[in-house]
């Protein structure tokens, strides 16, 4: 078989141009192009950092964490000055929390705790929103609640644009596309919980958004992907949805050892009906110790039916093993989790 040669024949016309080089129209070399001397900068990139209006840096800033902010800080003195309002807010912020959560040598005063949420909020910060709407949001304010989620969710902060999906929800007329709407921006973000509720609504066959429109035949597959990525996060609720969705083959593909990987992480997190499930599997293997104590965790977590099966197989053991699976069972501790 003949090979075409490259380059082609020169009868042919060739696929490859080459680039024209314009001559200089003297003889002499123009040194110019060669000059030691920068270039002047064009306008662009004589622009720096402290250009930036305050308002636009608040904004892209609300999210940060105190470190973030401490870090932004060091960029140039503009944006020290700028951020400042922000930097104040994380103080109200800490504060907020030792009075929610009665910390740092404060009493638990949640009249207090909202005060410094909302002086946090105030001066920009879209992690004191969220704090405050929640406070709000428990005490019954929703609708305050509402708009202060709202507030951090157009900042960009994924927990406020998960809880404002959720407040879409749960709320006494479901708007189920805008929970989609705000769920799916967090999710994208890398927020766990709204990745699981984001699972849910598809499980759950809630209408879905335009950009999902072309997904209707796989919104299983869809779901089950939202589910693994949140239990890859951390999230519990996901690891024992995701080891259903392996087990059952449901937008995913049946796996006997993943389904067990993920039912025997979500019980190491203190998922009780996980723990059941998983001490079943044990109880199946021959396992009988080892099921003993997930079986009594599953009974302390409120799983009733795991008494019963705990209570035959501990009939089966020898009073030293009974008293060693009760011993393991009260010094277990969960694994820690995100949420």
Partial sequence: MKHRAWPPHPSRPSHFCSLRFNRPSNSKTDHRRFSSTPAPPSEPMARDFSQLPFDVLLK??????????????????SWREGLRPLCEAMLFLRWGKRFKH??????????????????????????????????????????EGVRLYRMAAELGDP????????????????????????????????????????????HQGFPLEDHFSLL??????IAAKWYQRAAEGGYVRAMY???????????????HRQARKWMKRAADHGHSKAQFEHGLALFSEG???KAVVYLELATRGGEAGAANVKNIILQQLSAISRERAIFLADNWKSLPSPR
């Fill in 60 to 77: 892209i800033a609300a999210p940060f964490t105190l470190p973030d902010l401490r870090a932004a800080s060091l960029v140039c003195r």
């Fill in 102 to 143: 009665g910390r740092g040598g404060v009493r638990p005063n949640m009249d207090k705790a909202l005060d410094s949420f909302l002086k946090g909020a105030a001066r920009g910060s879209s992690l004191a929103m969220v704090d405050a709407g929640l406070l709000y949001w428990e005490a019954g304010k929703r609708e």
């Fill in 287 to 289: 396992e009988m110790m």
């Fill in 159 to 202: 927990a406020g644009q998960c809880n404002l999906g959720i407040s879409y929800l749960q709320a006494e007329t479901h708007n189920l596309k805008e929970a989609v709407k705000w769920l799916y921006k967090s999710s994208v973000a890398g927020y766990v919980r709204a990745q699981y509720q984001l699972a849910l609504c598809l």
């Fill in 241 to 255: 949805n995701t080891s259903l969705c392996y087990t059952a083959g449901e937008g995913l593909v049946r796996s």
């Fill in 216 to 221: 209707h035949l796989a919104v299983a597959v």
